[in-house]
């Protein structure tokens, strides 16, 4: 089974993604700039599985067959770039939303490109990026005895990757796929996250996606 690195792991977004990679049985190493607090927080985190979750460095998370972009959006591009040497050739999956507070909303921003999705594959010319895992409440995902029963929504320009990932996604507790389709989507899928996290906030919830109507 391919191992799992996660740049950015340590923040809850990226937790809760290895948590439950991990506890689908991939092996997971959350990275961070500080490898000794990666390890710290991958200590905290209990996997229902027979995966193994450690914390490192990013440099060393970019060394794993399959790479989880879950950084903050104004540093994404330069983590990536700063490790492009060891990224080329793999799957880089990007769970980026570039949004900024306004009150109580999450407004979405639109980079060069349209998306963060685009950033990162424009920085990363020779791996594969998938976009995955945007609309997921943080704390619902690094609680495995929540109920969660969430759709991930995939696009790529790959369609091998899309279904790479997809068949990632359906072995996490909690979580289905759903393939949308290219690149082209990106910018949508990205923005629709701040729509719900500010439903969440307003309603002091943790609601996220689930598609009606699909034949499962």
């Keep these: 089974m391919s191992t799992i690195g996660i740049l950015g792991g340590t923040g809850p977004a990226g937790q809760g993604v290895g948590l439950r990679l991990a506890s689908a049985g991939y092996n997971v190493v959350l990275g961070s700039r500080d490898a000794e607090r990666a390890a710290t927080v ?3 985190l209990s996997p229902r ?3 193994v ?4 460095s990013n440099e060393h998370a970019a060394q794993c067959d399959v790479i989880v972009v879950a950084t903050p959006w104004d540093s994404a591009v330069a983590t990536v770039t700063s490790l492009k040497d060891h990224l080329g050739g793999k799957v880089v999956i990007s769970m980026v939303n570039a949004l900024v507070r306004e009150g109580r909303e999450l ?3 639109y980079p060069p490109r349209g998306s963060m999705a685009a950033q990162i594959a424009h920085a990363l010319p020779e791996a594969t990026v998938v976009g995955a895992f ?3 409440p943080a704390s619902e995902m690094v609680n495995l005895d929540s109920a969660l029963d969430a759709d991930v929504v995939i696009f790529s320009d790959s369609a091998r990757a899309r279904e790479s990932v997809a068949e990632m996604v359906e072995s996490m507790p909690g979580l289905h796929a759903v393939i949308a389709g290219t690149m082209s989507l990106a910018s949508a899928v990205e923005a629709f996250t701040a729509v719900c996290i500010s439903i969440n906030i307003r309603h002091k919830a943790h ?3 689930k598609l009606a109507g699909l034949s499962r």
């Design 42 to 44: 991958a200590q905290t």
């Design 107 to 109: 407004v979405p921003l």
């Design 53 to 56: 979750l450690t914390g490192a």
């Design 134 to 136: 945007h609309h997921l």
């Design 49 to 51: 599985g027979s995966g």
């Design 207 to 209: 609601s996220y996606v």
